[in-house]
């Protein structure tokens, strides 16, 4: 089954301690990226990737970190979080190609509370 | 950056009627409109979308209405039904239809009353 993967699907944690969310995708997509949702903003993005080894930032990056060292993988990383990153976190990837394979695959959402 | 912004944030209409949402954008350049659906607990879903070239697509009870000279686009839901209940986002591509930076709008929460 196409599918892509979240884990945790709930986390919380304390301000300051750092932690990874995992995002896998078994559509052989290029391209991937992390959003977060929050009540009344709908959903913004933090970074994506558009190929292994290729990442950059989007809207909200500021306390985030990535890393692409495979094309199935893309997880996000705290390094120290804060409780203004509480929030949900979707990954999505798609083929990256244009035209009309451009549909973007979420995943099921990773719940944070930082306290 | 491109804006998206949509309205109603909540909208209620009893079964069988129809719903609109609406979205306005703010850069030209988009030429990528995809409407997601999102239930809860689950990530959002591609329901239907549209390209700068067409000004509608319609796939069975759902229709998308794209006007660029105003910058604004439309879901139409017909007939709707209580599985229709869900949040709604529209979302704009600024590059140009590659669709790999989505800018979203807040979204709308759909209630569907028997």
């Known amino acids: 089954e196409a599918q892509v993967t979240q884990n945790p699907r709930y986390l919380i944690t304390v301000t300051g301690k750092k932690l990874t969310v995992t995002c896998s995708q078994n559509m052989n997509h290029e391209y991937m990226s992390w959003y977060r949702q929050d009540p009344g903003l709908g959903l913004r993005q933090i970074y994506y990737s558009m190929n292994v080894e290729v990442t950059d930032k989007g809207d909200v990056p500021e306390g985030y970190k990535v890393s692409r060292k495979e094309k199935r993988n893309f997880p996000l990383i705290l390094e120290s979080p804060s409780p203004n990153q509480t929030s949900l976190y979707f990954c999505a990837s798609s083929h990256g190609q244009g035209g009309s394979q451009e549909e973007q695959y979420f995943g099921p959402g990773t719940r944070l509370t930082v306290t | 950056g491109e804006n998206v912004e949509q309205h109603p944030s909540t909208l209620s209409v009893q079964e069988g009627d129809s719903a609109v949402i609406k979205c306005t954008y703010s850069?030209?350049?988009?030429?990528?409109f995809p409407w997601y659906k999102q239930e809860l607990g689950k990530g959002p879903q591609l329901i239907i979308d549209?390209?700068?070239?067409?000004g509608e697509k319609k796939d069975q009870r759902i229709a998308v209405t794209l006007n660029k000279t105003a910058k604004h686009f439309s879901l139409h839901i017909t007939e709707t039904q209580p599985e229709d209940s869900a949040v709604y986002f529209c979302a704009a591509d600024p590059w140009g239809g590659s669709a790999r930076q989505l800018t979203f709008g807040s979204g709308t929460q759909l209630t569907v009353l028997p």
């Open positions: 549209i390209r700068s070239n067409v």
């Open positions: 850069d030209s350049a988009s030429n990528y």
